[in-house]
């Protein structure tokens, strides 16, 4: 599975991004979940959202619950992350990844498959 994010740019504070991670390769994209992580300068990776292959199930880390909606096209093989109410704490390379899995995994040794990062700024 090759997977490439994009949509990453610099927003001011309590604006609004999205994400998108297109996957390809000779795989089934419903049977993969999704992830999205971060990682700011100087900070670990931080997983931000997960989604199931159905997209029936989605997790989300504290920080951005209520801000940030994960989302799935199967048909397009594409992830997104809908960031809304932009904080300069969001600001982080966004990286989107995939595992064959069924339930949607917060820890990003549990992914196989990674996308080589976007970045998100947000501004004060």
């Known amino acids: 599975v090759q997977l490439q994010a994009s949509g990453g740019g610099l927003v001011q504070a309590g604006g609004s991004l999205s994400l998108s991670c297109a996957a390809s390769?000779?795989?089934?994209?419903?049977?993969?979940?999704m992830g999205w992580f971060r990682q700011a300068p100087g900070k670990e990776r931080e997983f931000v959202a997960a989604?199931?292959?159905?997209?029936?199930?989605?997790r989300y880390a504290d920080s951005v619950k209520g801000r940030f909606t994960i989302s799935r096209d199967n048909a397009k093989n594409t992830v997104y992350v809908q960031m809304n109410s932009l904080k300069p704490e969001d600001t982080a390379v966004y990286y989107c990844?995939?595992?064959?899995?069924?339930?949607?995994?917060?820890?990003?040794?549990?992914?196989?498959?990674w996308g080589q990062g976007t970045q998100v700024t947000v501004s004060s």
């Open positions: 990844a995939a595992d064959y899995n069924v339930v949607p995994r917060a820890v990003d040794r549990e992914y196989d498959y």
């Open positions: 390769g000779r795989t089934t994209f419903s049977t993969y979940i």
């Open positions: 989604i199931s292959g159905s997209g029936v199930i989605t």
